[in-house]
């Protein structure tokens, strides 16, 4: 199994502004994956975090919007930049090792 | 036409009812199938794999259909504790080696006491 924490848990933010959240796993993992879950809708993958390169994104998905960071093989950063309310959705750090590990989610609510 | 398709339910059974969920997938080359489970305002977690011989885990059956690309799971016996988002999940490989795993809008079940 893999252990996964995300922080914050939640956060309401202002239009404009960026928050950036952090996963962290309790072993090293090649690839690391963020996750967007909007109200009512299917998972769907923002982008690829690989460490010592940059990540990769789905379609639909900017580096400009969403960056990541890898530090190193246990953790990970997104950030969601310049805020609008369509941002407002849970984000999910995943990893996989035989199966698919998730995070908790951060629930972000922009206003 | 999305991916991985499911009927959103919600599915509303009495306790000990026998419940079945479909879902299909657009992509041919689709290899791998899960079940997962997702509790209100919780992280989805893998349930069942599914195999093409189909499987049991307990209360649970998964069957695939490769040639209708059709996957279906089957809960026996329902408990409260079902009560639940199943989420059908697809994975393949991309042209360029990538690993994707798509994920169906899930199914909301309500075991009712």
């Known amino acids: 199994s893999a252990v996964i924490s995300q922080k914050p848990s939640r956060d309401i933010c202002q239009r404009g502004t960026s928050l950036t959240i952090q996963c962290q796993v309790d072993?090293?993992?090649?690839?690391m994956f963020w996750y967007r879950q909007q109200p009512g809708q299917s998972l769907t993958l923002i982008a690829t975090a690989n460490q010592g390169s940059e990540a990769t994104y789905e379609s639909g998905f900017v580096i400009d919007k969403f960056p990541i960071s890898r530090p190193n093989l246990t953790f990970s950063t997104l950030t969601v930049s310049n805020m609008s309310p369509e941002d407002s959705s849970i984000y999910l750090c995943?990893?996989?090792?035989?199966?698919?590990?998730f995070g908790p989610g951060t629930r972000l609510t922009v206003l | 036409r999305k991916e991985v398709e499911q009927d959103p339910g919600p599915f509303n059974v009495p306790e000990g009812a026998t419940v079945a969920f479909n879902c299909t997938y657009s992509?041919?080359?689709?290899?791998?199938f899960f079940w997962y489970r997702q509790d209100c305002r919780k992280e989805p977690k893998l349930l069942m794999s599914v195999y093409s011989s189909g499987n049991e885990d307990g209360r649970f059956t998964a069957q695939l259909n490769r040639a209708s690309q059709y996957i279906s799971l089957l809960i026996r016996d329902s408990k409260l504790s079902d009560s639940a988002t199943y989420l059908c999940?697809?994975?393949?490989?991309?042209?360029?080696?990538?690993?994707?795993?798509?994920f169906g809008t899930g199914t909301r079940l309500k075991v009712l006491a």
């Open positions: 999940v697809v994975s393949y490989t991309t042209a360029s080696g990538t690993y994707k795993y798509i």
């Open positions: 992509n041919s080359a689709s290899q791998s």
């Open positions: 072993s090293q993992v090649t690839m």
């Open positions: 995943s990893v996989k090792r035989n199966e698919q590990f």
